[in-house]
């Protein structure tokens, strides 16, 4: 799912059989499907790697809003083969643009200057500008276990546990009626600070070939952060957008 970038998953071979006892004596146990299983049953439905590789870039763009604290803002999205990516956003009157050009992955925030990121964020946004970051990749990572059958934002679903190489976890949800990711949580380092986020995604329709959820929800301690997806656009993206501001071009080390 394209649109779901800032958590991007892959999963792993691993397999990982559990099973739970039934409710009535007697009864027979059950088996989870493997995770491989359950990422391989998302990627095809909505529409594999090979639906994605018919397209070369892809443009989205996202309204944004906080109920609760009454603001809303904009997020536009370009990816472009195989790991050009750029997104600008434009929320309660702060703008914020950063993006990736094949080498350098830079920032530029209100109120700060313009910067390259440091090596641990530039391998988060390549991860996050490759082209099909969204499909399963087990080259990402060490270890994927199904954990049980549970319920997710009102779905039945298969939560599955994802160890990456650089050792951070992941639970993803698989809706167990569609096959659909409906959400995943994780731990994340905002300002400094360790929190648990939990990110919702639902209402998917197909663009391209490609099926995208629509809407998704972030869900923080301190807010809860909608997101919908307002137009998708494939192979309009001019090369020209993933070029290094001048801003950054000036504190490029040669």
Aim: hydrophobic share 40%; proline share 4%.
């Amino acid at each position: 799912m394209r649109s779901t970038r800032t958590f991007r998953v892959a999963a792993t071979a691993t397999i990982a059989f559990i099973a739970f006892a039934a409710p009535t004596q007697g009864a027979r146990a059950q088996t989870l499907p493997t995770a491989k299983s359950l990422l391989e049953k998302h990627d095809a439905a909505v529409g594999g790697r090979a639906a994605m590789d018919k397209h070369t870039s892809m443009h989205e763009t996202v309204t944004l809003s906080i109920a609760a604290a009454n603001i809303s803002g904009t997020m536009e999205e370009f990816h472009s083969k195989p790991n050009l990516y750029l997104i600008k956003q434009s929320f309660a009157g702060n703008n914020l643009t950063s993006g990736f050009d094949g080498k350098t992955a830079w920032a530029i925030a209100p109120g700060a200057a313009p910067q390259v990121l440091d090596s641990a964020a530039t391998a988060a946004l390549k991860i996050q500008a490759d082209f099909f970051s969204d499909y399963y990749d087990p080259s990402r990572i060490k270890s994927a276990q199904t954990l049980e059958l549970t319920d997710f934002e009102g779905a039945r679903c298969y939560k599955v546990k994802i160890v990456h190489k650089d050792d951070s976890e992941r639970i993803i949800y698989f809706d167990s009626a569609t096959g659909f990711r409906a959400g995943q949580t994780e731990t994340a380092s905002m300002n400094g600070q360790q929190m648990e986020r939990t990110l919702v995604m639902s209402d998917y329709k197909d663009f391209g070939g490609v099926k995208i959820p629509m809407k998704r929800a972030i869900k923080l301690p301190m807010a809860e952060v909608i997101g919908e997806i307002t137009a998708v656009e494939f192979d309009k993206v001019e090369p020209s957008a993933f070029a290094l501001p001048d801003a950054v071009k000036a504190i490029v080390k040669p």
